[in-house]
């Protein structure tokens, strides 16, 4: 593996970096979202239990021990239930946008390696494609068949390392971004229903 990087001359340091990367964000990312995917349907049968018997705090205390972005604007919304409906809707918004926002952290810099990555191993192909000339044209092709090989060796494995890293992250980050955004799809729909519940209970 050594002598196949070493091979693959300079670019493949920057190359080896955006795989450390992706590697270490997608890990992460993936921890982040799976542990806010839970139950919201249990979730929301229990608030709106406690609700319906005007337990209030109860209801409060069920949605901060929950985990998740829409434990966090159901608690929003509740926290806010004695004003009116517009004003509870604003809250939860706020507090929805800054979920949004931490399920998307770093998720653009998993689609920047997915595209850094093929152009880094074009521009290893064309410096590889260079050194080769470089040989020819000092009239070193026959003699020095090492350093040709050499130069080509460089283009193809920094092209294959390219094209090893965009594709697996571009499958990842288009993960990811499926999860992100059915958690915001039932963020929406728990945001109507706890609305709902509390405008009808009469105590907007």
Known sequence: ?????????????????????ALAIGIERLWYLL??????EELMEEVSLSLGQGKLL???QIAKKARGPVAAVLAAGIAHYDKDPETISKHMQVVGEQEVFKMERRLGILEMISMISPLLGILGTVTGIIQSFNVLSALEGVGHAGALSAGIAEALITTAAGLIIAIPTV?????????????????????????????ARGEV
Do not use: H, W
């Open 171 to 199: 499958a990842l980050n288009a993960y990811l971004n499926g999860i992100v955004n059915a958690q915001v799809a039932e963020l929406n729909r728990r945001s109507n229903q706890i609305l709902d519940l509390l405008t």
């Open 1 to 21: 593996m050594l002598e196949i990087i070493k091979l693959g001359g300079p670019v493949m340091i920057p190359l080896l970096l955006c795989s450390v990367f």
């Open 35 to 40: 542990r806010c995917r839970i139950d919201t």
């Open 58 to 60: 109860e209801a409060m």
